[in-house]
């Protein structure tokens, strides 16, 4: 097991969580445990009505919480999300793939995220799984080159920035995109896990031991202990030898792929929840945890919003 001195960027978490909800503590925490070990952390979005990504942890639209928009990186991100958005909107089932090559100072480890639409209990929903790649600049934009070669749009690729704003949408037809994955990275223990669920049962044991690590941080006065060796050894003991794929130490402001990969595990609590947020209809009572505007409808009863 790595050490403090290997990895002194905890002490930067510790102190940075002093200032956020313990859910995101928490949520945080277990995100960076599945990435250090190399595991898929997988997470959803709703799809509203609306054709928006929500995310039902923070209670609000995604874009509305991507804080760069018109850099020269964010700029980029922002017109990959929207693709996503429309693709999500206007289609009932498929995969899209998004990757993210190393930037200096903001990404030290190349990524991708794979979403899939899925239906369950009358909602639409992007289902994503975020995998750390490990890739060099040049290795990825090769990855980048062969996966486009299984995607419907193929888009052409010469240079890193063409893939940040190009997400591809996979020619899943009689295939999952898993089969596609597992020609261009040869690691069969990654993907027969995706396939037995095993991410999905990891995450929810991190966020088992992420619970009880933020307990023994969080002291009865609810503040954070000062990040003595102690506690810094408390989240050493959960984490895997892989760093993660964005130390606290390069920390900006909020790109689209940073927000998105995310989830809400670094935004919740920070922004207004959406007003048009409904966890439950108010006619029928069923549970739809989606956004409801005026004039719309209730996805189970068919009810329409009248008013705020």
């Known amino acids: 097991m790595p050490t403090l001195v290997e990895r002194p960027e905890i002490s930067s978490f510790i102190t940075a969580w002093q200032s956020k909800p313990k859910e995101q503590v928490i949520e945080e925490l277990a995100s960076l445990s599945l990435e250090t070990k190399r595991i898929p952390d997988p997470y959803h979005f709703l ?124 020619n899943t037809q009689g295939k999952s995109w898993i089969n596609i994955l597992e020609q261009l990275i040869d690691d069969p223990a990654l993907w027969n896990g995706v396939r037995k669920g095993e991410d999905q049962r990891a995450k929810k044991e991190a966020l088992r031991e992420a619970t009880r690590v933020q307990k023994d941080l969080f002291i009865a006065s609810e503040q954070y202990m000062f990040p003595s060796d102690e506690t810094q ?51 029928c009572g069923g549970e739809i945890v989606c956004v409801v505007r005026v004039g719309g409808s209730c996805p189970k009863c068919g009810a329409v919003k009248r008013c705020g």
Request: glycine share 6%; proline share 8%.
């Open 47 to 170: 799809i509203t009505r609306d054709g928006e990504l929500f995310s039902p942890s923070a209670q609000c639209r995604i874009k509305d919480v991507v804080e760069d928009k018109t850099g020269p990186l964010g700029s980029l991100e922002y017109q990959a999300v929207c693709s996503i958005e429309e693709w999500a909107a206007s289609s009932n089932e498929g995969a899209i793939a998004w990757v993210s090559p190393p930037y200096p100072g903001v990404y030290p480890a190349s990524k991708i995220i794979i979403s899939e639409i899925e239906h369950t209990k009358g909602n639409k929903k992007l289902f994503n799984r975020a995998i750390i790649l490990d890739f060099g600049e040049r290795k990825c934009l090769e990855f980048a080159q062969n996966l486009a070669q299984f995607s419907q749009n193929r888009p052409l690729l010469s240079q890193p920035d063409q893939i940040r704003s190009t997400p591809f949408i996979l």
């Open 233 to 283: 050894m408390a989240v050493l003991q959960i984490l895997g030898p892989k760093p993660g794929s964005c130390p606290i130490r390069f920390a900006r402001r909020k790109t689209a792929f940073r927000t998105f990969s995310e989830n809400a595990r670094t935004f919740a609590g920070s922004v207004s929840k959406d007003p048009d947020y409904c966890q439950n209809c108010p006619v």
